[in-house]
């Protein structure tokens, strides 16, 4: 039978303060928690929640700590200790060490003993797998590949040549690391393939959501900081840069040449053209498109609210002459100017 | 040589009224179909093609019986019946029963005698494939996985573990079911991953394209429920819940915990952000950015309108003064009122 | 020791003219270019660089030539020039003729001898592969399919069933080509599914990027004219024609049966909807959403631009009241004419 953890050996190990006891098997949303479950809450908003909850107990912070009489865990950043005690009870499965039998390894590949090759994984020449790492069925590495220790690739990911993947990075299905980026000339109305000769680095404890594409360098090298974590289906350009711990969800395209800063959080299906700078700690409100460097970090936002179709045909009709509508609000001033000028 | 089919048999079959007789073979888009094919035509303004095409017979409704002499069928809902007939003349292939040797499977996985396995295909621990199901070649399903009867999955389709996907369900290449979803908590300015220990639960009869990622729950499952049709490139968050029958185009995403309801009708790169709930049979158009919940079913829209470069540029500098422009008016407003007071 | 080429017997094998002399064994960017690197300038604003530059030598216009003192290349397109001389210095890597014993190949799909298929690679039957084809680990391709000569897919590309791939075309990671289109028929409020029997048909010296999209064709064609150029993660819908030796930016999707013309330069993230006609040569700049056909050549944009989100807040609130906005401008403009006329 499984281990329950006692909150005074939760508290041991990861901070905080515990207000009665509770012995807990698992973590669980506030509204089906149950009476071997530790569940959490950030937000005032949620007493009635926490009223019903049939939890077996609550962390929680300072301000909400009376809030409920349940066994609870009193600590400054509730959702924080929630990730580490939910790491606790569901730990990532370890390596299994060895290599399938169905893969298939350039001879001259360098896969530590500890790390685990799925099912028909392809491992190019010259390519190296540090300890405890997980390739999982189907992945393919390219020759000269550098894969870092601890680091879980899910199935069917492609990691193009020379690329290098840091430590404890988490590569979800469908990832691509290193397709050339998109460099072109024109000559005589045809298009020449640039070679696309740079690298893609990522940092350690890197985490890129399924399907998300990151392009080779063309000349330099795309950079991926540490901690970045990157949702899915995001695209990034050539050359890109991105600041360690910056966050960014889903959906959203970055293109060539473009640096962005350390912790910054970018919303979803936001989209930024190429060569700007975005500052440290930037926030980016989903479905923006961001077409200037930014300086000073901030809050940005921009997009077309919805609305009924029927409402949207009037208003979004007048767009296309809002020029000329404030060159009629500036005439309607001058003239009332007028008009006053001659009441006096 | 193959065997064409009679009006009178598809009318038996089908039901609607057949008016002359043809022997057809296969179907064709109304400008190109030939002297064996049948095609159809649903709207007044196909009149013109209907006169001068070539097609041995036409599916049409009651209002257009008489816009043409050529034999044809009169139903209800041309569209519907051509795609029943389309499938009769184009029947998805039967699964060809038998594991490909190059395939690997767990020895705890069970996999349903007439089911068909293809080359590179990897099945975890404890899977169960149903009754004449296809897994194409370089499928990965992850342990735990349920993959229901007579469903059909396309080369590199990735289901992770514990998902269940649904009777008939099809998933095109490069779909990725099962991913962890973008759970994070900030602590001292970097990014604790969350684990995602839901599930993703596909009802029966859904269709997801090409490079859909559908992501886990966080703690709950992520629902999407039967009949659902998902165009291809669509991101679904962790705990969305999609309703029966709902039909979503290419390049959408929907951010976690929303819900969407049955019969939904989503245009393309339609963005949704999370925590909200849309009504059964809501309408959205094509690259909306829904912000809010909607409760009453309806058309909705929202996006800028294109237009020359040049226009653009004058016209849209002034949506970041809209604010004092309304001012301005008001201003005027009161002014004239003023004008018009002392005048009387 | 590789050998390097001299500025001499490059302008004999590219034209331009040279002046000076320099031995070059690689291309590089301006700012980090040493002294066997050959770099190049295509703008004044780049004089800066041009001037502190550690380059061996440098491609540039006439315009320019005078603004070093460095070894040079001359010429009329320093940019196509450069790509050129970067392709003679980074060769794509030939195809290593022969089929790796992990592929499995239907006895019915011919090889050229000179083709390279790679490690878990899947050959459906009938397909046809050309001379010196490079097809990496884990691609799939569906039975009928033609790929041309000199193709590169590389890995974990699929290829449905019947579509044509044209000569020296490239396809990168993730590429799926010919997953069936989004054609359904809604019935009692239940979706049937319309069989996709077109096929795609991809024309010589394309580039697909990663996890790129191109569905199969309803009853026609899908059709990719010869040089076009696909970036990564972009939809391409059912029945969509693009003309030669367009362009087209990452995250871009475009509808059903929309046609494309020749020589268009498409921005990122644009979305183009169904059933629309694009004239030759139009620009549509990035994250525009084009709705009506274009059948003037020129260059088109719209989006909200962005902003500081409090700004933002006030200012797109107007918009849902813009119709009525321009009533009360009308309405001024009627008093104030009224307020004139008193006056006269």
């Known amino acids: 039978m499984p281990k329950g953890w006692r909150l005074a050996e939760l508290v041991e190990r990861f901070g905080g303060r515990a207000i009665g006891e509770a012995d807990i098997m698992q973590v669980a949303p506030i509204e089906r928690a149950g009476s071997a479950e530790l569940t959490f809450v950030t937000h005032p908003r949620y007493r009635k929640e926490l009223e019903h909850t049939k ?35 569901n730990p990532e499965p370890a390596a299994r060490p060895g290599i399938d039998p169905s893969a298939v390894l350039h001879p001259t590949a360098m896969v530590a003993a500890s790390a685990q090759v799925g099912a028909h994984v392809y491992i190019g020449a010259d390519v190296t797998v540090g300890e405890h790492a997980v390739i999982e069925a189907g992945c ?47 000559e005589d109305g045809r298009w020449l393939k640039i070679p696309q000769i740079g690298r893609v680095v990522i940092g350690a404890d890197v985490e890129i959501g399924a399907n998300t594409t990151v392009d080779r360098g063309a000349m330099d090298d795309t950079v991926i900081g540490e901690g970045v974590k990157l949702d899915n289906q995001i695209q ?58 930014i300086d000073v970090a901030g809050v940005y936002a921009g997009f077309y609210p ?14 296309r002459h809002l020029n000329e509508l404030v060159k009629r609000i500036r005439e309607l001033e001058s003239r009332v100017d007028h008009l006053q000028g001659g009441q006096k």
Chains 1, 2, 3 share one sequence.
Do not use: M
């Open 236 to 293: 990034i350009g050539h050359n890109v840069r991105i600041g360690a711990h910056t966050a960014i969800a889903a959906c959203t395209g970055i293109a060539g040449s473009t640096t962005i800063g350390r912790q910054c959080q970018i919303g979803g299906a936001v989209r930024i053209i190429g060569h700007l700078n975005i500052a440290d700690r930037t926030e980016i409100s989903a479905a923006c498109v961001i077409t200037k460097s």
């Open 140 to 186: 393919v590495i390219g020759d000269r590949a550098v894969l870092g220790a601890g680091i879980r690739l899910y199935p069917n990911v492609t990691v193009y040549h020379g690329c290098h993947i840091g430590a404890r990075a988490i590569l979800h299905s469908g990832v691509v690391i290193g397709a050339d980026g998109f460099g072109l000339a024109l």
């Open 306 to 319: 919805f609305e009924a179709h029927r409402d949207w045909l009037k208003n979004a009709a007048h767009l």
């Open 55 to 89: 939890a077996a107990a609550v962390i929680l912070n300072e301000a909400l700590q009376d809030a409920t009489v349940l066994p609870r865990i009193v600590c400054a950043n509730p959702a924080a200790y929630f990730a580490h005690v939910a790491a606790l009870f």
